[in-house]
């Protein structure tokens, strides 16, 4: 290699090196401080597609999971009404039936009257209650509920209402609103109404609890789904520190011996000072 003073070759090569080291240096601290080998397009177009085109299925599949337990748990308030719905009849029950017998008193069937006409009005309170969110798939002239089941939106969970409202119309409970009794025929009438809206609202309850086990298999299958792809995407952009942390040592080291290299090269065209000496 011919010495010249207009160019130093060897100070050019000794400082391409080390700006490949300097940016291979950066990239490297880049994927400790992030955790990522893949944070923008730039580092590999199409990976950084991909991972992206997932988060926002995983963002998706978050929004599914909050309808579904918005979902569940409106069911299972409903449930929780429904039940106590269902020992309430069976307490009216009891006292219809003590009605019926013949031989009772004026009074004492006037009390025990008041009894089922206080037992009456809390089935009333409970399904107005049995709301969550603004949702009550017990009242009168209620909705099904509808709830997102996966990322597209185009598939849906449907949990199917169950009016208990008193003597509405298609309701489960045949019982009127202002049911009562003042004979033991009266009761006997009542009695059988009772006894048909126990069977009704035994059904609707265990409709109301297949509708949430569904909800909590989907939701169940959902959570394990953003898992996988969560987990996917880890797998497509996360960076192995371990394996980073051993290459930023190497590339300091790199780093340090190349300004040594460069300080060298730069000594070249004073050494040709001593050729005129």
């Not at 940016?23 to 597609?49: E, P």
């Not at 599949?61 to 069911?75: C, E, F, H, M």
């Not at 169940?220 to 952009?237: A, E």
Request: charged share 15%.
């Amino acid at each position: 290699m011919s010495n010249s003073v207009n160019s130093n070759l060897g100070a050019i090569i000794a400082l391409q090196n080390l700006n490949a080291t300097n940016q291979a240096l950066s990239q490297t601290q880049s994927r400790i401080n992030t955790g990522l080998k893949i944070s923008s397009a730039k580092d590999n177009g199409a990976i950084w597609a991909i991972a992206q085109n997932q988060r926002s299925d995983v963002s998706a599949l978050d929004a599914v999971k909050d309808s579904l337990n918005r979902g569940q748990s409106t069911i299972e308030v409903s449930i929780s009404a429904g039940e106590t719905i269902s020992d309430l009849l069976n307490q009216m029950k009891q006292k219809a039936l003590a009605a019926t017998d013949a031989s009772l008193d004026t009074t004492s069937r006037s009390a025990l009257n008041d009894d089922f006409k206080a037992l009456r009005n809390q089935i009333a309170k409970t399904v107005a209650s049995a709301s969550f969110n603004g949702v009550n798939l017990l009242k009168t002239a209620a909705t099904n509920l509808i709830a997102l089941s996966e990322a597209t939106g185009t598939s849906k969970l449907t949990a199917v209402a169950q009016i208990m409202g008193l003597g509405a119309g298609g309701s489960v409970i045949t019982v009127a609103a202002t049911a009562s009794f003042n004979s033991s025929a009266t009761a006997s009438t009542i009695l059988a109404q009772i006894s048909t809206s126990i069977t009704q609202v035994n059904a609707a309850v265990a409709k109301l609890g297949v509708a949430a086990k569904s909800f909590q298999l989907q939701n169940d299958f959902v959570s394990k789904l953003s898992d996988v792809l969560t987990t996917g995407i880890g797998n497509l952009v996360d960076a192995d520190v371990a394996k980073e942390s051993a290459n930023l040592t190497a590339l300091q080291t790199k780093q340090q011996l190349g300004v040594q290299a460069l300080s060298i090269a730069n000594q070249a065209p004073q050494m040709m000072l001593s050729l005129f000496k």
